[in-house]
């Protein structure tokens, strides 16, 4: 049981040091005080009787991609309440540069505290590349929120042409299009994130140039659908439940899923602002844990549909359960004729390492955006995932929450990867994997 006399004796004494009211963490304190009380066996009961967070109000930003679900399950399901953060706000964003802008002013200025999030957004941030006049905003990496299951889907234009895990069908037909003086367009979510890079690893897998044989467009990933219904884009890269609405809606056809490319990628992270994380150290963990255990909730096969109702509601995505349920499963209606059943590309939040955040993924990101020109070749790229990677705190707070010792990756790097096309990235020599490429930037 909780000695609240000396816990709250602990606990104000913390809480006159952070600048946060005794009301404040009496509240934090009452809540960890009653799960003890009711003696309910959950992971990180010790937690819960230690000094409270130092706030209990976060706000994190999110997009309506299925890959935000362990946010949004985490509000939902009373997990972010059970580690004492009782007024955390899950709060929609129009788009990532929306999402980016409130990431600047933080809560303080009306804003964000951290987000679901492109897992390269943070490196951009911090680089100050993607803000208002160059100025840094330092971020942390807390959490890998999912792996695979993004989409590159295109026109029913091409719907004959073979095009599917091998981009190679789309070269011909584009360079025909060209000639006749019409314009060619690939949609993606944000320079330098996630669907930039799948959307333009695969043109340039088939011989096709991102930067010179077509124009890259950014839409908010809520929007693509509607785009490619009036032919504003030829081909696009987004995160679910878009790629599947648009088979359903008939409007054009997935030529790939992006786990096809990359088995078991990094996509989304939980990104939070770095000061954040430095000022609230026992909120920053007890966030880490509760979306952990979002992460294994979501992970379940049995909670998928209930995930798929969730997240589908009016105040989240607004979409039809039927737009999300079928990909989370692996069970993929690419809408050219191609029907897969039971896959492994289904969308991955906790197994098989899912939630670790992987420094040498973050290595990845950070070398295809030199690629592409978004950083310099001489970027020091183990100096910057060092700063912003937080990988070690992820590990405390899942020794807490009482994850298997199996469970927790004994070291930062996932190894070697292997691409669809035979590339092969060597975290430990990011440079060798870039001179492989033959359409770059980079020098």
Request: one cysteine or more; charged letters at 25%; a neutral charge.
């Amino acid at each position: 049981m909780v000695d609240e006399k000396n816990a709250g004796s602990d606990a104000a004494e913390a809480a006159s040091q952070n600048g946060v009211s005794r009301r404040t963490l009496v509240r934090g304190l009452g809540a960890a005080a009653l799960l003890s009380a009711s003696r309910i066996a959950m992971p990180g009961g010790a937690f819960a009787q230690g000094a409270g967070p130092e706030t209990t109000s976060i706000k994190l930003g999110y997009i309506a991609l299925t890959d935000a679900s362990p946010l949004i399950i985490a509000k939902e399901k009373g997990y972010f309440d059970k580690y004492g953060l009782t007024n955390v706000e899950v709060l929609k964003q129009a788009s990532w540069g929306s999402l980016r802008d409130n990431l600047v002013l933080g809560s303080a200025g009306k804003g964000i505290d951290g987000a679901h999030i492109l897992s390269p957004f943070p490196y951009l941030l911090s680089a100050g590349k993607v803000t208002q006049g160059g100025t840094p905003l330092p971020m942390y990496t807390l959490a890998r929120l999912s792996l695979q299951c993004q989409g590159i889907s295109a026109s029913q234009e091409y719907k004959d042409l073979g095009v599917g895990l091998s981009s190679g069908g789309l070269k011909a037909a584009f360079a025909k299009k060209k000639a006749e003086g019409k314009d060619l367009k690939a949609a993606m979510t944000f320079p330098g994130g996630t669907h930039d890079l799948w959307i333009r690893y695969w043109l340039a897998s088939g011989g096709i140039d991102p930067d010179k044989d077509v124009q890259v467009l950014v839409i908010p990933p809520a929007q693509m659908v509607a785009n490619m219904k009036v032919n504003n884009m030829d081909v696009f890269c987004v995160g679910e439940p878009w790629n599947e609405q648009l088979v359903n809606q008939g409007i054009g056809f997935t030529a790939c899923s992006t786990g096809e490319i990359w088995k078991n990628h990094p996509e989304k992270a939980l990104g939070m602002r770095a000061d954040f994380v430095d000022k609230n150290p026992i909120a920053s963990k007890a966030l880490l844990m509760a979306v952990m255990e979002a992460q294994q909730w979501c992970e379940k096969a049995e909670n998928k549909d209930e995930m798929a109702e969730i997240v589908g509601r009016r105040q989240w995505f607004y979409v039809p359960t039927g737009d999300i349920i079928g990909r989370i499963k692996g069970d993929i209606n690419y809408g050219n004729g191609r029907v897969a059943k039971g896959t492994d590309l289904k969308m991955r939040f906790w197994g098989d390492g899912a939630s670790f955040p992987y420094k040498s993924h973050d290595a990845w990101f950070l070398t295809e955006n030199i690629r592409w020109g978004k950083f310099a070749p001489d970027t020091d790229i183990n100096g910057l995932v060092a700063k912003v990677n937080r990988a070690d705190l992820w590990r405390d707070a899942a020794k807490t929450l009482g994850v298997a010792a199996a469970d927790i990756p004994a070291t930062d790097s996932r190894g070697k990867e292997t691409f669809f096309d035979g590339k092969v990235f060597d975290p430990a020599d990011p440079m060798s994997y870039l001179k492989t490429l033959e359409i770059k930037r980079a020098a």
